[in-house]
């Protein structure tokens, strides 16, 4: 059984430009959730998608966008970076219903810099 | 809004102590709440889930307990080793989203 992988593991960005973080779920999971895990604090949900639709959102701006693929993959996107985004960007996938998200199996992680 | 405080939030300990950690949330009505590993720079390491209809869940040398209605639940450790060593997450879920705190980090010395 595949766990949940992400690409890449580390980016570098500028200010202003824009970035795509990848996700591959568990092996039978359908739910995929975003977080944001800035230095030294707990994550920060960002978004969840089931059945690619979104699935609910936490407290981040437009700029920050998703999308789920038929073989539940996942993808998030960042446009107009910002110094803030820094962060470790975890995804976690589960197999749990739309109205809830049960056990979550989360993967390394994409850490990205911005500059 | 969901908040999470997790106390303390840094313990050194010696190896061979047994260790509770406590996680305390504002909105009671949770459908359940994870504990989590999370090894410097890494990814979370799911380790117990209690659903809301439980009080408590053990895996090993770890046991958590779910009070509910006083918003509380707490990890035990036993006899802790250095391979323990981590930061360790609470998360109670309500309505789909998991809502972290802050962490306990933990060192345990040989």
């Known amino acids: 059984e595949t766990g949940v992988t992400q690409s890449p593991t580390h980016l570098i960005k500028t200010r202003g430009q824009q970035v795509t973080l990848r996700c591959s779920s568990q092996s039978g999971h359908n739910t995929v959730s975003w977080y944001q895990q800035a230095l030294g604090q707990g994550p920060q949900f960002i978004f969840q998608y089931y059945r690619e639709e979104e699935n609910g959102r936490g407290n981040f701006p437009p700029r920050f966008s998703g999308l789920q693929f038929p073989n539940y993959s996942s993808e998030l996107n960042v446009n107009a970076l910002e110094l803030d985004d820094s962060a470790l960007y975890l995804c976690a996938s589960s197999s749990a219903g739309q109205g809830i998200t049960g056990e979550l199996f989360f993967g390394e992680g994409s850490r990205l810099t911005v500059l | 809004k969901q908040e999470v405080t997790q106390i303390p939030a840094a313990l050194s300990v010696p190896e061979g102590e047994n260790l509770v950690l406590n996680c305390s949330f504002t909105d009671s009505a949770i459908y359940n709440l994870q504990w989590f590993r999370q090894d410097p720079g890494k990814g979370l390491t799911s380790l117990l889930l209690?659903?809301?209809?439980?009080r408590e869940q053990t895996s090993g040398r770890l046991n958590a307990s779910l009070d509910k209605s006083s918003g509380r639940s707490t990890l035990y450790i036993a006899a802790s080793q250095p391979g323990d060593s981590a930061t360790y997450l609470c998360a109670p879920e309500v309505g789909n989203m998991l809502t972290f705190g802050g962490g306990t980090r933990l060192m345990v010395k040989p």
């Open positions: 209690i659903q809301s209809s439980q």
